[in-house]
């Protein structure tokens, strides 16, 4: 992860958060790529990666449908803070892929095409 010029982040979404999955991988990358040691509270993560990176988030929930998403989105700020702390990375945009059961995932691809050249800039 240190190595990668960019990071790209699919996470499917359980009622209004990450999956388990997703939240132990997030805990694990807070002492791997990061270090201990920041102010004002010692020992919160600090990257050990100087050079700021970039990273999108793909979220995918089956129900929730997009304009729902705001009563229920806990996941973009964890990922947001998280990335920010762990891997020295800003996250520049996010696609939530909601309702995805009922309307499938074709009518995101265009907005997904877009994130990522969004990432390549």
Known sequence: MRDADAYIFGVPIFEGTVNAVTKTFLERICWTPA???RWPVRGCPEPRVSHRKRAIAILSSGLIIPLLRRFCDDATP???STIG??????LVGTLYAGGVEKVGMDRYLTSAQKLGRKLAR
């Open 35 to 37: 270090r201990p040691g």
């Open 78 to 80: 964890l990922l947001k």
């Open 85 to 90: 702390d762990s891997l020295n990375a800003k």
